[in-house]
């Protein structure tokens, strides 16, 4: 068996564990995106950035699920630059708090309190680190506890 059959199927047995661990399967992952960007569409703030970037969703939210099942169940089914993909958008702070609560607000409409936790905790370090990285991007390095304002940089 060669390294990259070996390196495949111990990913298999790993995410069928956590499939089993966690309760969460693809079609769950699947839901929870798909109601998630669903939302976010219609978010008076979300919107329109992710409108004037995607024109064509459903290549996006076959991304977003691969994405999910790579952070939850470990597939590795993911492979993308998350980090380069946000670092030209125009937010701050105030954009990645309402993600959150959207993001949250939908795992917990969906799922038990359990289930909803799985995605809920990576979704608050990915939104973190990303955050970071954007300020980061525009020379300005935060310290612990401290947020990115996006006007404080140039007024607008």
């Known amino acids: 068996m060669t390294d990259i059959a070996q390196d495949e199927e111990r990913r298999a047995r790993i ?11 693809e079609p769950m992952i699947e839901r ?17 950035i992710f409108e004037s970037r995607n024109q064509d969703w459903e290549p996006h ?9 790579s952070v ?7 492979r993308g630059q998350p980090m380069r993909m946000h670092l030209p958008l125009p937010v701050d702070a105030a954009h990645f708090d309402r993600w959150l609560k959207v993001f949250e607000q939908t795992a917990r409409d969906l799922f038990d309190e359990a289930i909803a936790q799985y995605f809920i905790e990576p979704a608050r370090r990915i939104a973190t680190s990303i955050e970071v990285g954007i300020a ?21």
């Open 15 to 25: 995410a069928q564990q956590m499939r089993e661990k966690t309760g969460i399967d």
């Open 136 to 156: 980061s991007s525009h020379g300005v390095l935060l310290g612990r506890g401290e947020r990115f304002d996006r006007t404080a940089l140039d007024g607008t």
């Open 61 to 69: 939210l076959q991304r977003m699920c691969a994405f999910w099942s």
């Open 72 to 78: 939850v169940l470990s597939t590795g089914l993911y």
């Open 32 to 48: 929870l995106v798909r109601t998630f960007y669903a939302r976010i569409r219609s978010d008076e703030l979300l919107g329109p």
